[in-house]
């Protein structure tokens, strides 16, 4: 069973930025991991796709919404993967969740994802 924790989140105003944390625990955790993704949620709205990376090689993908603003990375002797987000935008707005897919490439639906984080509030005021 894996177990994820997720932090950092919070208001800040348009073209600040903002750190998620996301730490991952459990007996199984490590041979459970595959690749680490960042999603996000509005009231309302189908949870959508932010950055994802291989939790071995560290291969990235992001959204297109996330490309060239956020960073997504991970610390493997802490168990740990980050999504740095810079330039924040009022549409970013939005609940984040971290979660693990067992997949042997990225994917970016959110059925390819076995183990979710409660989420964090992010909030960009314009």
């Known amino acids: 069973q894996v177990q994820l924790v997720e932090s950092g989140g919070g208001l800040v105003q348009a073209g600040g930025s903002l750190r998620l944390s996301c730490a991952a625990s459990?007996?199984?955790?490590?041979?459970?991991?595959?690749?680490m993704g960042w999603f996000r949620q509005t009231p309302g709205k189908e949870r959508e796709f932010v950055a994802a990376?291989?939790?071995?090689?560290?291969?990235?993908y992001y959204a297109d919404s996330a490309k060239g603003r956020f960073t997504i990375s991970r610390d493997n002797a802490k168990s740990t993967v980050y999504l740095q987000m810079n330039s924040l935008k009022p549409e970013d707005t939005a609940v984040y969740y971290c979660?693990?897919?067992?997949?042997?490439?990225?994917?970016?639906?959110?059925?390819?994802?076995?183990?979710w984080g409660q989420g964090t509030q992010v909030t960009v005021s314009s």
């Open positions: 459990g007996r199984t955790f490590s041979s459970a991991i595959y690749v």
């Open positions: 979660a693990v897919s067992p997949s042997a490439v990225i994917p970016t639906l959110d059925t390819y994802y076995n183990y």
């Open positions: 990376i291989s939790w071995r090689r560290g291969n990235t």
